[in-house]
């Protein structure tokens, strides 16, 4: 793979040749390409010939350009994203008549709230087993299955009891999908748009948080709306199973298991081997995962013990967890999960309340949007250093607008609380799909389903103890208190961290992003504070184009 590498770092050389690249240099560059793409060929053919003995697989599609197949592999499977974000809006509009209806009392009101990310951490839990033994495609098509169990046993439950299994079975196949899916994009999608694409996931949440909150609003003058507005997502989940079943298995994982030919003719089908790039790519996952299962092999322990014992891994393990825990606990669940009930608390009524949430997704599903497009652009260090100060804004204008009083001035405590939520809820879109496009890809290949159930059980931990603790903490530190201390104090002290700390996975494959973190911390925190000081001399020098230039901050 390195040697792969050294050449096409070379050959991109030839864009620098006025700054002193001769032409002699030029020609030796474009004659160790054609022998290494030679080379490739090579190793292809072997593998192509092998292949033609392979049977055709039932509810196998194709297409004549690849590219055209790993859009619907990335929109069907991010589909699973829309049934995370359908609960998080549906149950805020059901809460409105649901404790009444099942005569909850607060606790067990807050159980309800919570039983989904709590059976989400039970979901991650059995997400290593599945991704392990039964794959990536396959443990989304369980998690369609559980979601949709839960969910039917959330329409007729008639009862606290009935109510709880339907939330807990239902988060258990969002924990299971949630870990799932990002990885499954980023194992199969090229690396230069890899960042983009896993954070369609992102884009899918905040799409199926907005509709959740427009089903809520069409239901909310029906008699016992609670039920058929949590029974309305199993349209989805159903559209999910059916479309699953018509999708690949992840090529990297075919890999990891030795079974090279269908890792192949899987490739052939999402990315094909029409250029460079993908034939450099594939062969790169073949090497690296072929030597990480060899290893594995001679050193015959738990894999997952590396993640104690193996600094690269452990690095990992560090990063990816601590940018969830800022995804989680700066707020956004516990807001989406109560927005009707503290829409209420500023004055409108129930039915307003329900419409005057969309205010709240809709800002967090159009601030999805500029990551989806720029993300690979500028980089996640520059992105996530960036849009995190942004919804520190908006918790700062929330928190000020719950300091008036809404009877006397309510054009100015439902202004200011609604700015802060658009302005908090944009930015926070943005943010939160590094929260899952990192975890999907700082892990190495053998170890990644372990890492993603560590990270997938801290995700909906974290969500669990913020979802359930949250009238508890607002109570006791007041609504100001709890946004602009607690949240924002969290938002504050993950600024710095990420300035010193934050490493760049931008453009790199999942094979050159295990180099990456196979560099000390030391490296890693060195570069980023000269990169840093440089910035701000840059801004006292009022050098703002470099400053906002997209160029990425590399290590």
């Given at each position: 793979m390195?040697?792969?590498?050294?050449?096409?770092?070379l050959n991109?050389?030839?864009?620098?040749?006025?700054?002193?690249i001769?032409e002699d240099?030029?020609?030796?560059?474009?004659?160790d390409?054609e022998?290494?793409?030679?080379a490739?060929?090579?190793e292809?053919?072997?593998l192509?010939?092998q292949?033609?003995?392979?049977?055709?697989?039932?509810?196998?599609?194709?297409f004549?350009d690849?590219?055209?197949y790993?859009?619907?592999l990335?929109?069907?499977?991010?589909m699973?994203?829309?049934?995370?974000?359908?609960d998080?809006?549906?149950?805020s509009?059901a809460?409105?008549?649901?404790?009444?209806?099942?005569?909850?009392?607060d606790n067990?009101?807050?159980?309800?709230n919570g039983?989904?990310?709590?059976?989400?951490?039970?979901?991650?839990l059995?997400?290593?087993?599945?991704?392990e033994?039964?794959?990536?495609r396959?443990?989304?098509?369980?998690?369609c299955?559980?979601?949709?169990?839960?969910?039917?046993?959330?329409?007729?439950?008639?009862?606290?009891?009935m109510?709880?299994?339907?939330r807990?079975?239902?988060?258990?196949?969002?924990?299971l999908?949630?870990?799932?899916?990002?990885v499954?994009?980023?194992?199969s999608?090229?690396?230069?748009i890899r960042?983009?694409?896993?954070?369609l996931?992102?884009?899918?949440?905040?799409?199926?948080?907005?509709?959740?909150?427009?089903v809520?609003?069409?239901f909310?003058?029906?008699e016992?709306n609670?039920?058929?507005?949590?029974?309305?997502s199993l349209?989805?989940?159903?559209?999910l199973?059916v479309?699953m079943?018509?999708?690949?298995?992840?090529p990297?994982?075919?890999?990891?298991?030795?079974?090279e030919?269908?890792?192949?003719?899987?490739?052939?089908?999402?990315?094909?081997?029409?250029?460079?790039?993908s034939?450099?790519?594939?062969?790169?996952?073949r090497q690296?995962?072929?030597?990480e299962r060899e290893?594995?092999?001679?050193?015959k322990?738990?894999a997952?013990?590396?993640?104690?014992?193996n600094p690269?891994?452990?690095?990992?393990?560090?990063?990816?967890n601590i940018?969830?825990f800022?995804?989680?606990?700066?707020?956004?669940?516990a807001?989406?999960?109560y927005m009707?009930?503290?829409m209420?608390?500023?004055g409108?009524?129930?039915?307003?309340s329900?419409?005057?949430?969309?205010?709240g997704?809709?800002s967090?599903?159009l601030?999805?949007?500029?990551?989806?497009?720029?993300?690979?652009?500028f980089?996640?260090?520059?992105?996530?250093n960036v849009?995190l100060?942004?919804?520190f804004?908006?918790l700062?204008?929330v928190?000020?607008?719950?300091t008036i009083?809404?009877?006397t001035?309510?054009?100015?405590?439902e202004?200011l609380?609604?700015?802060g939520i658009?302005i908090?809820?944009?930015?926070?879109g943005?943010?939160a799909?590094?929260?899952w496009?990192?975890?999907?890809e700082?892990?190495?290949?053998?170890?990644?389903?372990?890492?993603?159930?560590?990270?997938d059980?801290?995700?909906?931990?974290?969500s669990?103890?913020?979802?359930y603790?949250?009238?508890?903490?607002?109570?006791?530190?007041?609504?100001?208190?709890?946004?602009?201390?607690?949240?924002g104090?969290?938002?504050?002290?993950?600024w710095?961290y990420?300035?010193?700390?934050?490493?760049?996975?931008?453009?790199k494959?999942?094979?050159?992003?295990?180099?990456?973190?196979?560099?000390?911390?030391?490296?890693?925190?060195?570069?980023?504070?000269?990169?840093?000081?440089q910035i701000?001399r840059?801004?006292?020098?009022?050098?703002?184009?470099?400053?906002?230039s997209?160029?990425?901050?590399?290590?």
């Amino acid at each position: 793979m390195s040697e792969r590498k050294d050449v096409e770092v070379l050959n991109d050389a030839h864009k620098e040749a006025p700054l002193g690249i001769d032409e002699d240099e030029l020609q030796d560059l474009k004659a160790d390409r054609e022998l290494s793409e030679a080379a490739m060929n090579s190793e292809l053919q072997q593998l192509e010939e092998q292949f033609q003995t392979l049977p055709t697989k039932r509810f196998q599609i194709t297409f004549a350009d690849p590219a055209y197949y790993t859009w619907v592999l990335v929109g069907f499977a991010s589909m699973g994203g829309l049934l995370s974000g359908l609960d998080q809006s549906l149950i805020s509009g059901a809460n409105l008549s649901l404790p009444s209806a099942l005569n909850l009392s607060d606790n067990q009101a807050s159980l309800v709230n919570g039983g989904m990310p709590l059976g989400a951490v039970a979901g991650a839990l059995i997400l290593s087993p599945c991704n392990e033994y039964l794959g990536r495609r396959m443990s989304i098509i369980v998690s369609c299955i559980l979601y949709t169990v839960g969910a039917a046993l959330e329409a007729g439950a008639m009862n606290f009891g009935m109510m709880f299994a339907g939330r807990f079975i239902l988060g258990t196949g969002v924990g299971l999908e949630g870990g799932t899916v990002p990885v499954y994009v980023a194992e199969s999608v090229p690396s230069r748009i890899r960042g983009n694409l896993v954070s369609l996931y992102q884009l899918n949440i905040a799409f199926g948080e907005v509709l959740g909150y427009a089903v809520a609003a069409i239901f909310i003058g029906v008699e016992g709306n609670w039920r058929y507005i949590l029974g309305s997502s199993l349209v989805f989940s159903t559209i999910l199973l059916v479309g699953m079943f018509f999708l690949p298995e992840s090529p990297r994982y075919l890999m990891l298991k030795g079974r090279e030919i269908e890792a192949y003719a899987v490739w052939k089908r999402i990315r094909g081997f029409n250029d460079y790039d993908s034939k450099d790519e594939f062969l790169g996952m073949r090497q690296a995962v072929s030597a990480e299962r060899e290893e594995q092999a001679q050193t015959k322990k738990f894999a997952w013990m590396d993640f104690f014992t193996n600094p690269r891994a452990r690095r990992a393990l560090v990063y990816a967890n601590i940018m969830i825990f800022l995804g989680q606990f700066t707020g956004v669940n516990a807001v989406m999960y109560y927005m009707s009930t503290l829409m209420q608390a500023i004055g409108f009524d129930n039915k307003t309340s329900v419409f005057m949430s969309l205010v709240g997704g809709g800002s967090l599903m159009l601030g999805t949007i500029p990551a989806v497009i720029y993300m690979e652009r500028f980089g996640r260090r520059y992105w996530a250093n960036v849009m995190l100060p942004g919804f520190f804004v908006g918790l700062i204008l929330v928190g000020v607008g719950y300091t008036i009083d809404y009877q006397t001035r309510p054009a100015a405590a439902e202004g200011l609380y609604l700015t802060g939520i658009i302005i908090y809820m944009g930015f926070m879109g943005s943010y939160a799909c590094l929260t899952w496009v990192i975890p999907s890809e700082v892990f190495p290949t053998y170890l990644r389903h372990y890492g993603m159930t560590t990270a997938d059980a801290n995700l909906f931990l974290c969500s669990f103890i913020v979802t359930y603790n949250f009238t508890r903490m607002m109570n006791s530190m007041t609504r100001i208190g709890l946004t602009l201390g607690f949240y924002g104090g969290i938002a504050v002290l993950g600024w710095f961290y990420q300035v010193i700390f934050m490493p760049e996975t931008k453009n790199k494959s999942l094979e050159e992003i295990d180099e990456l973190f196979s560099k000390p911390t030391s490296v890693i925190v060195k570069k980023n504070i000269k990169q840093t000081a440089q910035i701000a001399r840059d801004l006292a020098h009022f050098r703002l184009r470099k400053v906002f230039s997209p160029e990425p901050l590399n290590v």
